[in-house]
């Protein structure tokens, strides 16, 4: 083995952490939302996303910016979109200026499912992080986390 070698299994076994961390985080924050407001992880986060927006130059978001925003592919998101405005949790528009763009506002209905549903969000990501943090392999993953956290911009 060279040196490249055990610095590749090195990365690959930080990959390897992270997408733990990653999967088991995700699984709890589902369960929680799902169980509490019959939302999927996704479906909250386009919500939260969507909630951002507001009016005026730079306030809205095309579809493949949400796309982006989410990490979904601009067909699932539009999918996604679609789904949560079957429901009523979202409303699409055109563009004033541009009438091949298409925005989308979360409704009235959205944004209090949202406000509902983020105390369930924040306490399972918590729970996580902490059940995480227990793991060796995983506790340098979850400290960088939060510290990233506690240098956030208020």
Known sequence: MTA???????????????SLLHGRIEAHIERALQTGHGLSVREYSLLDVL??????PGGHLRMHQVAESVVLSQSATTRLV???????????YICDTDRRGIYTDVSEAGLAL???????????????????ALRPEL????????NTRSQAVP
């Open 4 to 18: 490249t070698d055990s610095a590749l299994t090195g990365l690959a076994q930080g990959w390897c952490a992270l």
């Open 114 to 132: 949202l406000a509902e549903a983020r105390p369930t969000n924040d306490t399972a990501l918590r729970e996580a992080l902490d059940e995480a």
């Open 82 to 92: 679609s789904r949560l405005e079957d429901r009523g949790l979202l409303n699409r």
């Open 51 to 56: 909630s951002r927006q507001h009016s005026g």
């Open 139 to 146: 506790a340098p993953l979850v400290a960088a986390v939060e």
